[in-house]
């Protein structure tokens, strides 16, 4: 694939066999990791306008998928008074498309490293303006069935997408040398995607008296982003043509968009770091999404207003940290500190979800909404890069960053039909939902303050807390704990991951039994 390094020369300390750090190396589209850089002397590095147009192509379809993802969480009201629902059967609404995201995704992932991300973005958007279609086609006949149907097919499309963007990020940048910063970019512009497509939703209904008009719209929205998807393959495939890949500039890792074989081997000895990540993400991201889901409603309960006017507090909860995102990108390329910013999160959503909890005025809540957002706009960004850089290898980040879609989504099943029933047990109140998301939050303070202790202590850890410059000096170092991963320390070390993984599994067990008890026990007619 293509793409800059930006790094300070004077820091770094080439390893032995790793030619040039800040060389840049040639690369069909078709190479594998191993491969990139070879047999291609004509290619030149790529400029500056092919860059910023890139990140602004995958910044536009991130804004047009992200602009129909909070959608059905604003009109939460609305579609259980519209399709006759309760509580327990809108949560299996979201746990429909969680179920299949939690089946599939992680196939979606190691497809995603083999073939590339452009390519799975293309039929991805394809499949999921059929899904958008088909749920739209249900508000407009009232259809409770055809709406969760219409969401599993959508579920389809949204797992093949969700990949593929950020492998594609992951072959163009390394760590702390533009990963982060493009993440944080195309994150920022998401959300102000999401935050028009929520903050909107009750509106649409309101002023057109049929509040299926608002899933049409996300079926136009859906349009455009496959028109531009579209221009990105193309653009994709000219790039490869014309400009060269690059490598790490600490580990002379090569990066490549795809790979020659797949590589399972790789994915299920993602090192123990790699895991310690997931477990915050575990607890923080399930509580955001989750809370996130029903604040709308909340909003309503807590400060006696309408939807519209809820649905416009709720999408300022969520996104009004579009503009922290970006720059928090920046930060992180430039000084790390990744464990400490994960803590930060952590601790601001615990204080929001405690001040929900137990402050149930109206200052109270208000307080704690802009608590949260200000916190969680910490979250996906960090730990995303944390992600890739934890890992020994990039060409599997697309199944590492896979089995964190799938571990949030099983988590997710299984938190939201235990709240469906409390609420609907307690007279569809959130006084008692709110400790759920409470001590979800205080086990990421668990886990975080877990993280910090362990970075002190080791190394492979710690590397998360460096700068750009500390890592670049020490790129000789990062091989060597590489080399000693695999070869001083390999069967240990095999049998984490492999621990961690059946963990995962159960996990993904688990929220199936959830998902069938909430199906068999919900009333779904």
């Given at each position: ?52 147009a ?17 959608i059905?969480?604003?009109?939460k ?9 309760n ?27 083999r073939i ?5 973005i293309?039929?991805g ?12 086609a ?51 512009i998401?959300k102000?995607?999401?935050?028009v497509?929520?903050?909107?939703a ?15 719209v996300?079926?136009?929205?859906n ?8 221009i ?15 490598d ?7 990066l ?13 000895e ?14 923080e991201?399930s509580?955001a999404i ?32 579009f503009f ?7 930060f ?8 400490s ?15 929900v ?26 730990i995303?890069?944390s992600?890739?850089?934890?890992m020994?290898?990039s ?15 099983a ?6 039909v ?14 008692n ?21 362990l ?9 998360l807390?460096?700068?750009r410059?500390k890592r670049?000096?020490r790129?000789?170092f990062?091989?060597e ?20 993984f ?17 199906v ?5 007619d």
């Amino acid at each position: 694939m293509i793409f800059y390094s930006t790094s300070d020369k004077n820091a770094e300390r080439p390893t032995s066999g790793q030619k040039n750090a800040f060389a840049v190396t040639t690369a069909k589209e078709s190479g594998s990791a191993s491969s990139v850089g070879q047999g291609h002397p004509k290619q030149v590095p790529v400029p500056l306008t092919w860059k910023l147009a890139s990140i602004l192509l995958v910044s536009a379809i991130g804004f047009g998928s992200q602009w129909s993802s909070g959608i059905t969480g604003a009109m939460k009201s609305t579609l259980k008074k519209e399709l006759k629902i309760n509580n327990t059967q809108f949560a299996l609404i979201e746990a429909s498309e969680d179920f299949m995201v939690t089946l599939l995704m992680l196939i979606s992932g190691i497809v995603t490293d083999r073939i590339g991300g452009a390519g799975a973005i293309l039929y991805g958007n394809a499949i999921y303006s059929v899904g958008s279609i088909m749920v739209a086609a249900a508000a407009q006949i009232r259809s409770y069935k055809f709406f969760v149907s219409g969401r599993v097919i959508l579920a389809l499309g949204d797992i093949a997408t969700q990949v593929a963007q950020y492998k594609i990020f992951s072959s163009w940048f390394p760590p702390n040398n533009g990963f982060a910063s493009t993440l944080g970019l195309e994150l920022g512009i998401g959300k102000i995607g999401a935050f028009v497509g929520k903050s909107s939703a009750n509106i649409i209904a309101k002023n057109t008296g049929n509040f299926a008009w608002v899933f049409w719209v996300a079926v136009f929205m859906n349009i455009f982003t496959n028109i531009m998807t579209g221009i990105f393959y193309w653009f994709t495939r000219v790039a490869n043509r014309k400009f060269c890949s690059i490598d790490d500039p600490a580990t002379g890792e090569k990066l490549a968009e795809k790979n020659k074989k797949f590589e399972l081997r790789k994915v299920l000895e993602l090192p123990w770091v790699f895991w310690c990540i997931q477990a915050f993400s575990l607890l923080e991201t399930s509580t955001a999404i989750v809370f996130l889901q029903n604040a709308t409603e909340l909003a309503e309960q807590r400060f006696g207003t309408d939807s519209v006017t809820a649905g416009w507090y709720s999408a300022t909860l969520q996104y009004a940290g579009f503009f922290i995102v970006p720059c928090l990108g920046v930060f992180i390329d430039v000084f790390g500190n990744r464990i400490s910013l994960l803590t930060f999160c952590g601790v601001g959503v615990f204080i929001s979800m405690c001040l929900v909890n137990w402050a149930r005025t109206t200052s109270g809540t208000a307080a704690a909404f802009g608590i949260y957002a200000f916190a969680y706009s910490f979250g996906p960004t960090t730990i995303i890069d944390s992600i890739r850089t934890s890992m020994w290898h990039s060409s599997v980040f697309g199944s590492a960053y896979a089995l964190k879609i799938t571990m949030n989504n099983a988590m997710n099943i299984i938190v939201r039909v235990i709240t469906g029933v409390i609420q609907d047990r307690d007279n569809d109140s959130y006084d008692n939902v709110t400790i759920v998301y409470m001590v979800l939050a205080a086990g990421s303070v668990l886990v975080s303050m877990m993280l910090v202790m362990l970075s002190w202590k080791s190394v492979d850890l710690g590397n998360l807390q460096w700068t750009r410059k500390k890592r670049i000096a020490r790129g000789e170092f990062i091989n060597e704990r590489k080399r000693a991963f695999y070869e001083e320390n390999g069967a240990r070390n095999k049998l984490i991951s492999m621990a961690c993984f059946a963990s995962l599994a159960a996990l993904v067990l688990g929220s199936w039994v959830a998902y069938f008890w909430g199906v068999a026990t919900g009333n779904n007619d």
